[in-house]
């Protein structure tokens, strides 16, 4: 009777409609795995391991058994269903490699639909913790709304890699096994045996590359509990298994089909294909191409020794679209493993079969979509925007908006004025050997509309230089100087300094801040091991001053650079204003035509938007405040990021809107895998350890509702035709009949990153062979230029986002600027952290538009994680943070604050037409007309254009203070009623003077004559 029973459990377990059926493999023949190191499989009825490669006995449940649980795996043998409170746990020591492994395990979800989302909170699936004295590695897969498989470490900053997969399809009581894999910088998820999602771990990752687990603190957590989790939810676990190899996709596939049995197995491939469209930039301007793409990690061992002699031969045959087909064979060795096809030019599908003689066939499809929106060329057209129209060149002179550029004789400016100031005291100089270069001789001179370009040479001491600059409309200046005479020299270096009335603070891009004024800094590299010594931040060198400018130097690579890694290679000197990059601090001798690239420009590039006050950014309760639109919500978009309107649901979101009052969300460098065109591309668009996201898709139905799809997002670097991609999508948005709506196009995702990808050329082969990887500097900036100057002809505004990252070189061409999204994480620590740690130094530069010649609307996001702060009790960490920023008078956005303090203070500032320009804004660091009695107290004035006076006082102190505020330089000693707004309190001003308390971390706003 017990044996029928059992049978009849094996057979309910196995037979689950729309279920794949699973063989039952003898627990031996699970163990002879090649790199296996660790197998929990719990068929014997123990939660001890029964392979090990350390040790096999688990920490804390060694005496378990599983026998009398009742609980049948997937392939019929006992399975490990946890009681509530067991965490079980072995140690991790030889049993998994913390730095590249696969993990596979078998899930069953018992009590509830897996494939249908809902709010269980966190389930803890496994737990790999590795540590080594105060450093650790911890990866942690458990599921939530979906699967997430998540790697930490101990080193900051505080960012994590992750994975996310659904499980679409999946039942209730249904066995699926998860595969995770990790190596190098990677991260990879699959379910059965279907890849859902590879990601790049953050650039940390390379501090912990060398960390080797301890006994007794490094642990296997097999549901162990983590992240709130209380095993309220019946989860059970089989057959765990580790290798100490990361499986490539098609070995992923291949071991799960291993295990299926009945009519739903699919075929076991001998090698695996993957198709994707070549993309290799606007220089090739080929894009008839289609990559066949084989991996040939499951060949059978008389095909490897094949391929391993450069003779394994594979027939294939590949149909297009028309039924067009094309045939042949090829021959494939040890270093080749990819196939091209050209004339590829019709849109849809293509099929690709491949095989071996005598072996099985394996087909692949590929959606070519279509591709006529390359080489557009809007934004692109040879005429200057009419913001930049006073560019002029005259000989050697160019006249820019706001400045003056001189040049002599060599390659750089030998003056720069604002606003008639001189902004350098050393103009650039290239120094070698410690030497100036200056014997040179200016050569043609090649104008055009939007640019000009300077050539000539130079001669030092045993070689000869020639130098091409670029001069654009908006002042960017980009030199190429080339040495020739293979001279063999110690240093190379560039050198200026900034004058005195424009060096207040160093951008790199962050501000920086010590005692001393004299900084120095590591190039910002992917590798190496100067990783460990700090933070890659500096991207830039720029001393600018508030209301006056400065002058910034970038670089698109570090192509022929010859420097210990080690050892800095950028100085700046705050005191002095000299600034150097040292391109070469190492010997060496350079090869015939060694270039070097600079980039240089003078700030404030651009004149500020007049209407960049008042915003109410995100107040959605004011049909004339400028709002978000898409970014999650309703896009009216034919996809998450693309900008193309879908023209009837666009009409229908924005017909009741105000002109003039929607910011248009995108990206700029990403799509999603809901756009065929980043999935053909994705591989050639790639940008190498990328981030990743989840964005949501308001996809709409026949019925007029919207039903919320999700989607992973693609790397797209914009060194490809994502630009003309981009652009195609803003075009058509500009000339849908809902465009007045819209004020602002908005790019999130438009920082300066690196990019080391070669196949569309960011990552090439410098003089020296070393393998360079490129900022994408340049490239973001092209799409900003060519959205600035297309949008601007319909009176819309561009708007960028890439949290601290602010570059003058890309960023200085946009209209508007919103940093402050990392506030949301120091506000984890504390709430009140806009007013307790944010650096004077920092509203002064990152957060002022006077500083980045940008306007600045900041996003304090301080409720983003605790929405309880939106509510009453919450309030006070909202009021001391619009607090803070008026009292710097900077604008800010009302997402992720609480609305009713943020509405009340707009309300104010509004009432009294503090946003009108003719408004005069007296900051607390620059004025002495009102003045506190209390330190801690600071005072911000302004007067309006009806002689009314605003005096902000912000408390930043965790005590309430009472202070007299003295305002006989303004009134003399005059005694009137004054009011103040916020708390609605009279106040009395008695000859010239006033007393109020002012609470702790919160401000008031006292007006006069009071406006009724």
């Keep these: 009777m017990k044996r029928l029973l059992g049978i009849g459990i094996l057979l309910a377990g196995l037979s689950l409609p729309g279920a794949d059926q699973y063989k039952s493999i003898d627990t031996k023949d699970k163990l002879k795995d090649k790199d296996l190191l660790f197998a929990a499989t719990f068929d014997r009825g123990t939660v001890n391991a029964d392979f090990a490669k350390g040790e096999p006995l688990s920490i804390n449940m060694k005496n378990v058994g599983l026998l009398l649980r009742g609980m049948i795996g997937f392939d019929g043998k006992p399975a490990f269903r946890p009681e509530p409170g067991e965490d079980l746990m072995f140690d991790a020591v030889k049993n998994v490699n913390p730095h590249q492994g696969t993990v596979t395990m078998w899930l069953c979800c018992r009590d509830y639909n897996p494939s249908q989302p809902d709010k269980r909170g966190n389930i803890a699936l496994l737990q790999l913790m590795f540590k080594q004295g105060q450093r650790h590695i911890l990866m942690q897969f458990y599921e939530c709304d979906e699967l997430y498989f998540d790697w930490w470490s101990s080193e900051p900053p505080n960012t994590l890699g992750r994975v996310v997969a659904t499980r679409p399809g999946i039942g209730k009581g249904q066995w ?47 549901r162990k509990r983590f992240y709130g989790d209380t ?39 001998d090698f695996g294909i993957v198709m994707n469209g070549v993309d290799r930039g606007p220089a090739e301007k080929k894009y008839d191409q289609i990559e066949a793409e084989l991996d040939f990690s499951p060949l059978p061992d008389n095909a490897k020794e094949l391929l391993k002699q450069g003779k394994l031969k594979l027939f294939y045959e590949l149909i297009g679209p028309d039924g067009k ?61 009419a913001l930049w129209k006073d560019f002029a060149v005259d000989g050697r002179t160019v006249t820019l908006w706001n400045r003056v550029y001189k040049f002599g004789e060599g390659p750089y400016p030998e003056s720069i004025t604002v606003k008639d100031l001189e902004l350098l005291d050393r103009a650039p100089v290239i120094l070698v050997d410690g030497e100036a270069v200056t014997d040179w001789k200016a050569g043609k001179t090649e104008k055009e509309i939007t640019k000009v370009i300077y050539t000539g040479t130079g001669r030092g001491k045993d070689f000869t230089l020639d130098y091409r600059t670029t001069v654009e409309y908006d002042g960017l200046i980009s030199t190429v100087f080339r040495f020739h005479g293979r001279p063999e020299i110690s240093s190379l270096q560039l050198n200026w300094q900034t004058a005195k009335d424009f060096r207040q603070f160093l951008m790199v891009p962050t501000v920086q801040e010590n005692s001393t004024g004299k900084f120095e800094y590591l190039y910002p590299g992917f590798g190496g091991s100067h990783l460990n010594r700090g933070p890659e931040i500096c991207k830039q060198l720029w001393l600018v001053s508030q209301r006056k400018g400065g002058f910034c130097y970038s670089m698109p690579h570090d192509a022929n650079w010859i420097y210990d890694p080690e050892k800095p290679v950028f100085f700046a000197d705050k005191n002095t204003g000299e600034c150097t990059v040292s391109m070469v601090n190492k010997k060496v001798t350079l090869p015939e035509d060694t270039d070097y690239t600079s980039l240089f420009i003078a700030t404030p590039t651009r004149p500020l938007i007049p209407d960049r006050r008042g915003l109410r ?36 979101l924005l017909k009741n809107a105000l002109p003039k009052s929607k910011y248009f969300y995108g990206g700029a460098g990403a799509l999603t895998e809901e756009n065929p065109v980043a999935v053909y591309f994705r591989k050639y668009r790639d940008v190498p350890r990328s981030s990743g996201y989840r964005m949501p898709f308001h996809r709409p139905m026949p019925d007029g509702s919207f039903k919320i799809i999700r989607y992973n997002s693609v790397a797209t670097c914009n060194a490809t035709s994502h630009t003309d991609y981009q652009l195609y999508g803003i075009k058509k948005l500009m000339e849908h009949p809902m465009v007045s709506k819209i004020w602002c196009i908005g790019f999130d995702l438009c920082g300066s990153t690196q990019c080391a990808n070669p196949l569309h050329g960011c990552a090439f082969k410098d003089r020296f062979g070393r393998t360079i990887s490129s900022f994408t500097l340049l490239a973001k900036r092209n799409l ?35 940093p402050g999204e990392d506030i949301s994480n120091m506000a984890l620590v504390n709430p009140y952290c806009v007013m307790d740690d944010i650096s004077d130094a920092r509203f002064r530069s990152e957060f002022n538009s006077d500083t980045l010649g940008t306007a600045v609307v900041m996003g304090p996001n301080i409720c983003q994680q605790h929405y309880a702060y939106f509510k009453p009790d919450g309030f006070k960490y909202t009021i001391a943070s619009i607090g803070m920023t008026q009292l710097y008078d900077i604008e800010i956005s009302r997402d992720y604050l609480a609305g009713v303090p943020t509405r009340r203070m707009w309300d104010i500032l509004e009432n009294y037409k503090i946003f009108d320009p003719k408004t005069r804004c007296h900051l607390f660091y620059e004025q002495n007309e009102v003045t506190s009695s209390h330190p801690e ?23 309430k203070r009472e202070v007299t505020v003295d305002l006989t330089k303004l009134v003399g000693t005059k005694s009137f009623p004054a009011w103040e707004e916020y708390y609605e309190k009279p106040i009395k001003v008695t000859d010239g003077k006033f007393k109020t308390t002012v609470r702790s971390r919160t401000f008031q706003m006292i007006v006069f004559p009071q406006k009724k």
Excluded at 360 to 365: D, F
Excluded at 623 to 652: C, H, I, M, Q, S
Excluded at 787 to 794: D, N, P, Q
């Design 176 to 222: 699926h096994q998860v595969a995770l894999t990790w190596v190098g910088n990677e991260l990879s998820i699959y379910v059965n045996g279907k890849h859902y999602q590879t990601r790049n771990l953050p650039l940390k990752a390379a501090k912990t590359k060398d960390l080797k687990p301890e006994t007794g603190k490094s642990f296997i957590g097999i």
């Design 617 to 652: 950014f995100g107040d959605s309760l004011r049909a004339d405040a400028k709002t978000v639109f898409g970014g999650g919500g309703k896009t009216g978009t034919l996809g998450v990021w693309n900008y193309e309107p879908d023209p009837p649901v666009l009409t229908r």
């Design 325 to 385: 087909k094309t045939a042949g064979s090829w021959i494939f060795g040890p270093d080749s493993n990819c196939r091209l096809f050209s004339g590829i030019t019709k849109p849809g599908k293509y099929t690709l079969t491949v095989w071996m003689d005598q072996g099985s066939k394996v087909t692949c499809t590929i959606d070519r979509p279509d591709l006529s929106f390359i080489g557009n060329g809007y934004g692109d057209e040879e005429e200057v925007p």
């Design 784 to 818: 900003v230029r060519r959205t600035v100057a297309l949008a601007h002809r319909y009176g819309v505004y561009v708007y960028c986002h890439a949290q601290r990252q602010y570059m003058p070189v890309l960023h200085g061409l946009a209209d508007l600027w919103e």
């Design 937 to 959: 107290v600071k005072v911000t004035w302004w007067k309006t254009p009806e002689n009314r006076y605003l005096i902000h006082l912000v408390n930043k102190d965790i005590r």
């Design 231 to 269: 095993h309220k939810y019946d989860v059970a676990v089989d057959d765990v298994k580790i290798y100490g190899r990361a499986f490539s996709p098609i070995e992923v596939r291949n071991q799960y089909l291993r295990l299926v049995s009945g009519s739903t197995a699919e075929k076991i491939q």
